[in-house]
């Protein structure tokens, strides 16, 4: 079975700081990964998604993440917060097989800005 | 393009009421996938629909059921509600192949009294 680790689930950076939100999956076939936001009362968003090809993938609102497959990890970076960065980020994992309709989610990690 | 709508917004039942949550893909995609969302325990998946068959289930009992008509167009239903149905619902669609990215509404948000 398929699994995401999101370690830290809360982190706190000030504006302008490095934003590192750290994810790490578990997968028995090459994973289809993905980030989303979540913003209060509102669903999530797709910030990147990683198929195949490049390892290092880069997003909506200047985020990037890399995929390292020997540390089975996903983590998403920003270089520089904003206060509008601030939400819960969900890293995600897609089936496997004809299960691919199926994400299998993080525990989610909410960032905060301080200004 | 016109995103995933999902309505209502907000309702609020009592226990043992049964509830339709309705979800409108993007244009094209044809397949629906349903959530719920939980502070306790997070983003579970409950079924997705391609081509109006359940393509995919969830670990839920069978009080939770859903079906997607030739449109795309989503339903689920819950019936005999429980306290603990109290969640965000969320319905997402995409274009149902390998790797493709599921695009989420903004949830329906189902309190039970």
């Known amino acids: 079975a398929q699994s995401v680790t999101q370690l830290g689930s809360h982190v706190s950076v000030s504006e302008g700081a490095l934003v590192l939100l750290r994810c790490n999956y578990s997968s028995s076939v090459p994973p289809y990964l993905f980030w989303y936001v979540q913003y209060p009362n509102q669903g999530l968003q797709l910030l990147l998604k990683y198929t195949t090809g490049a390892t290092l993938v880069k997003g909506i609102n200047g985020f990037e993440a890399e995929f390292k497959k020997s540390e089975t990890s996903f983590h998403l970076t920003k270089p520089s917060a904003h206060m509008s960065d601030a939400a819960e980020y969900f890293c995600?994992?897609?089936?496997?097989?004809?299960?691919?309709?199926?994400?299998?989610f993080g525990q989610g990690t909410i960032l905060t800005v301080h200004p | 393009k016109a995103g995933v709508t999902q309505t209502p917004r907000y309702l609020i039942k009592t226990r043992g009421q049964q509830v339709t949550l309705s979800c409108s893909p993007i244009s094209g995609h044809r397949s629906v996938s349903w959530y719920q969302q939980t502070p306790g325990q997070g983003l579970q998946f409950l079924f997705e629909?391609?081509?109006?068959?359940?393509?995919n289930k969830g670990n839920f009992p069978g009080r939770f059921s859903g079906r997607q008509f030739s449109n795309s167009r989503s339903e689920m239903n819950v019936s005999t509600l429980e306290l603990g149905d109290s969640a965000l619902y969320l319905c997402a669609s995409s274009l149902g192949t390998l790797g493709q990215p599921q695009h989420f509404g903004d949830g329906t948000r189902l309190s039970i009294l």
């Open positions: 995600a994992v897609s089936g496997t097989g004809t299960s691919y309709g199926k994400l299998t």
């Open positions: 629909y391609f081509s109006e068959t359940q393509r």
